[in-house]
């Protein structure tokens, strides 16, 4: 069980209004990266941060943005903090590791006004997460909120073993990238190598708070914008199909684990919300 909080006091579990304020700052950066990345996957040289290619790689970027739109809409809305604390260490660890991939490739980007805003946006995200997850924390309430449920312990070790093996391997591309060219289901260059990365990285940071945190209520926002970012990972496979080096072994077992996961994640996320309502509704006189 989670552990119990300070009912009392401070932690009274809002959102404050820095917090929804940031949201609202970031969220119209990942609408036009996303549109900019799906719609003219072909002229990133122009449009967006740098030349990215083959399409693939603009799309595994834009599925990261879409979860984000996700995310951080929910955060603008969301009245209590504990229901969105655990995707701001993901959002850190993904900022910060776009910010190293650009500092290792500057030569990589263009010198247009995307580049621009995709320096300041990364110089600044990182730190300013940062200071509202700290300063949220002092708000945060530990006890599970009325109606809660308790994901079961093997799901969450599950989940999270799932989220380190990601996180792992997202690990891995980024230290290593020319290596994992060799043998990653598209073409990579180093850049667009440490940015998939980046990517993997993000299920596994949200996932692990599971072996700490095991209330549904926790991640009731976050697996439904992890669930959003499968679900455009497999469209994009389907749509950027004739990117994939199907002569790779990689290739298949890529597919494979996201049309798993988003099996898994989907079912969790039903699981959850369905026992969630029915333990409302059996609370009720």
Partial sequence: ??????????????????????????????????????????????????????????????????????????????????????????????????????LLHLDRFSANLSFAVWMVLYVTTPVAVAVVALVQRRFARREPEPGDVVVPGIVAVGLAVIGAAAFGFG????????????????????????????VLSLTGVVNVALLWDRRWSAFRVIFPAQLVSLAAIALSLIARRDDLIWGRPATGVFVALVASALVAYGAFVVWGGTRMRSTTRARRP
């Fill in 1 to 102: 069980m989670p552990s119990t909080g300070d009912a009392g006091g401070s932690r009274d579990d809002r959102v404050l209004v820095a917090t929804r304020i940031l949201a609202l700052v970031i969220l119209p950066f990942l609408l036009v990266a996303a549109f900019l990345l799906y719609v003219f996957p072909e002229r990133t040289g122009e449009l967006f941060a740098w030349p990215i290619d083959p399409p693939l790689s603009a799309y595994f970027l834009a599925s990261a943005y879409v979860g984000g739109i996700w995310f951080f809409g929910a955060v603008a809305r969301e009245r209590r903090w504990h229901r969105v604390q655990h995707g701001f260490p993901a959002v850190i660890v993904f900022a910060t590791a776009l910010l190293v991939a650009t």
């Fill in 171 to 198: 690990a891995t591309v980024f230290l290593v990238p020319e290596f994992a060219a060799s043998f990653w289901p598209w073409q990579l260059t180093p850049l667009t190598g440490r940015v998939t990365g980046a």
